[in-house]
């Protein structure tokens, strides 16, 4: 809710299917924008996409969080998803091949309006707390991710089989083994992305803002 009132001139409720919150309106620059709950893990928001998508979604930009796979990103960076892992149940499902590609300009253009933030390749786990996920993330690491959130790669993946140009940008929360950022600062550096978000959506037709 937060999001779409920083975001979204006077912002209505569009959606509250399955307890999964979206609003819609316009931008400050009126552009016209949905920003949509897509739940947790990556088969709810495959399937909120999939809806979405059904209603005419063109692109799409995931809003959320992560954790880091290595010393090189660190609490309240910012990170733009340019591939994705296969190694989830989701996009395993949805016959994605190794790797997965986000859109190129949808990427490109987040990339530059966050001024700077990292980009690199993310993996996405299936469980939020996965009594194996070190030896997991140990794999991916070495598979070349630098971070792993839960719904990123599935996302992508369903975009692509959809025709949903997307973009995955994340707020790193810290390492995994011990994630810092939560609470109000998360939010606050989770509204900055979002803005970043619009601002690389701003000027096309009728988008679709995931978080």
């Known amino acids: 809710m937060e999001l779409a009132t920083r975001l979204l001139e006077r912002p209505l409720m569009s959606n509250l299917s399955r307890g999964l919150w979206g609003y819609g309106g316009a931008s400050p620059g009126g552009l016209e924008l949905t920003v949509q709950s897509t739940g947790l893990g990556g088969p709810s928001a495959v399937a909120v996409l999939h809806e979405l998508a059904e209603l005419g979604v063109a692109r799409?930009?995931?809003?959320g969080s992560c954790v880091?796979?290595?010393?090189?990103?660190?609490?309240?960076?910012?990170?733009?998803?340019?591939?994705?892992l296969a190694v989830d149940g989701a996009s395993v499902a949805m016959g994605a091949g190794?790797?997965?590609?986000?859109?190129?300009?949808?990427?490109?253009a987040v990339a530059a309006a966050t001024?700077?933030?990292a980009t690199g390749t993310i993996a996405s786990n299936d469980l939020h707390h996965d009594p194996d996920g070190e030896s997991r993330r140990r794999e991916w690491a070495e598979r070349g991710a630098v971070a792993t959130d839960l719904c990123g790669a599935p996302l992508l993946a369903a975009a692509s089989r959809l025709g949903v140009a997307a973009a995955c940008a994340l707020v790193v929360t810290g390492p995994a083994r011990d994630p810092t950022l939560a609470g109000a600062d998360l939010d606050r550096a989770l509204l900055e992305l979002g803005r970043c978000a619009l601002e690389a959506l701003d000027g096309g037709p009728a988008q679709e803002f995931g978080d």
Do not use: E, K, M
Request: no cysteine; aromatic share 2%; hydrophobic share 50%.
């Open 60 to 63: 799409a930009i995931r809003v």
């Open 98 to 108: 190794p790797r997965i590609q986000p859109d190129p300009g949808l990427t490109a």
């Open 115 to 117: 001024g700077g933030a």
């Open 68 to 84: 880091a796979l290595g010393d090189g990103l660190a609490a309240g960076d910012w990170l733009v998803a340019d591939s994705a």
